[in-house]
């Protein structure tokens, strides 16, 4: 069975430019959760689908981040415009009953 | 709200020697408790979990952890660590929130590195 799986691993970008992170979960997993660790910093909730759905967005830190998982599957996170302060890694997990979640790799994102 | 704190941000430990990283939560609610770990260059990988039941879990490579509901802690041990113990190890808990997420909260986590 394939674990979490995210792209790219790394992003550098400028400030001011957009960048698109993908997380494909495990298959058949409903819950999807993002989340990120700022250097220094303890890894931070940002969001939880189930399925298609937001359950729970109250760890987006602006409106700069927009997050979307059509049809249940896959989801995106965009950051539009990037700043310096949203360098990290960015963490996608999964979970079937909303309990145990399963890690991906994470995107280390730069932004210059 | 819930809250996780790993006392210790470094532990230097040699080959073959016991160690223990703390782990403290605070929760206005029943938790389930998590210790996670990162390899070096390499994503989270769940160690082990409590959730219910035996207060004593056991992961696949000798580490275990103790659930203790009175001091609040869930301590992560083993009795003899190697080389390739060397990673960062995180402490988390959930629990149901009002939005009805099972969010996890992690700690600062500890970095262990085993020196021969």
């Known amino acids: 069975e394939a674990g979490v799986t995210q792209f790219p691993s790394h992003s550098v970008i400028e400030k001011g430019q957009t960048v698109t992170l993908r997380c494909d979960p495990i298959s058949g997993h409903d819950n999807l959760y993002w989340y990120r660790r700022v250097m220094g910093k303890e890894i931070k909730f940002l969001l939880h689908?189930?399925?298609?759905?937001?359950?729970?967005e109250s760890g987006m830190p602006n409106n700069r981040f927009l997050a979307e998982r059509t049809g249940g599957t896959y989801s995106t996170l965009k950051v539009q415009p990037a700043e310096l302060e949203d360098s990290g890694v960015y963490f996608c997990?999964?979970?079937?009953?909303?309990?145990?979640?399963?890690f991906g790799p994470g995107t280390r994102l730069t932004v210059l | 709200a819930q809250s996780v704190t790993q006392l210790d941000s470094q532990v230097p430990v040699f080959e073959e020697a016991p160690v223990e990283l703390r782990c403290n939560y605070s929760s206005s609610v029943s938790v389930y408790l998590f210790w996670y770990v990162q390899y070096p260059n390499q994503g989270l990988q769940l160690l082990l979990k409590y959730l219910s039941g035996s207060t004593l879990v056991e992961s696949i490579n000798g580490f275990e952890a103790e659930f203790n509901k009175s001091q609040t802690s869930f301590h992560l041990r083993k009795p003899s660590v190697h080389i390739s113990d060397t990673a960062e190890y995180f402490c988390?808990?959930?629990?149901?929130?009002?939005?009805?997420?099972?969010?996890?909260?992690f700690g600062k986590g500890t970095k262990l590195t085993v020196n021969p």
């Open positions: 997990a999964s979970s079937q009953k909303g309990i145990t979640q399963y």
């Open positions: 988390a808990v959930s629990g149901w929130s009002q939005g009805g997420s099972e969010k996890l909260v």
């Open positions: 689908f189930v399925k298609e759905s937001k359950q729970d």
